[in-house]
């Protein structure tokens, strides 16, 4: 019984360009479970509490890729959001850095920071916050959608569908 090596190797060329598409449209799609749930479980705030508008953090989750090519791809997801007001000199502030996270803010360029909060001007030196860590909350939550379609289309991927 003779062997057909051409069909064999077309045949090995077509599921590899099958499986990195598979691959590149997993991360694509992996990107976008996570953007979802992290926009669901990102802080809202309230009207008068911030110098950003309720609802800011949730809309700036952006996904950006997938970058890559032959079975290696990287897609970036994450907040955009910075400060609605720079202050002097046009110092931006990490907004969705600092509700993840948490920590002390002080100013950057003068001695207090002022700022409203319900109709109340405050002068402080600095501030802390708590950390709401809504991006790791929304790894782990998202994590068993996307291992769940990664079988899937791996799986169609390599039976030729």
Sequence with gaps: MGVDVGGTLAGLDALGRRVD????????????????????????GVTGNSTNSPGDLKRSM??????????????????????????RGGHVFNFGRQRE???????????????TKFGTIYRRQSVYQE???????????????????????????VKGG
């Excluded at 590149?24 to 809202?44: E, G, N, S, T, W």
């Excluded at 032959?70 to 907040?79: C, I, K, L, N, S």
């Excluded at 950390?131 to 991927?157: C, F, K, N, Q, W």
């Design 131 to 157: 950390g709401s860590h809504y991006l790791g909350r929304a790894r782990v939550e998202a994590e068993p959608d996307v291992m769940v379609m990664v079988d899937e289309r791996l799986t169609i991927a």
């Design 62 to 87: 952006d996904v950006e890729g997938p970058f890559g090519g032959d079975g290696t791809y990287v897609a970036r997801m994450g907040p955009t959001v910075t400060t609605a007001n720079p202050g």
């Design 21 to 44: 598409e598979s691959v590149r449209q997993i991360v694509a799609d992996a990107a976008h479970i996570f953007q979802a749930k992290a926009m669901q479980l990102a802080p809202v």
């Design 101 to 115: 996270f948490g920590g002390e803010i002080r100013p950057a360029l003068s001695p207090y920071l002022v700022f």
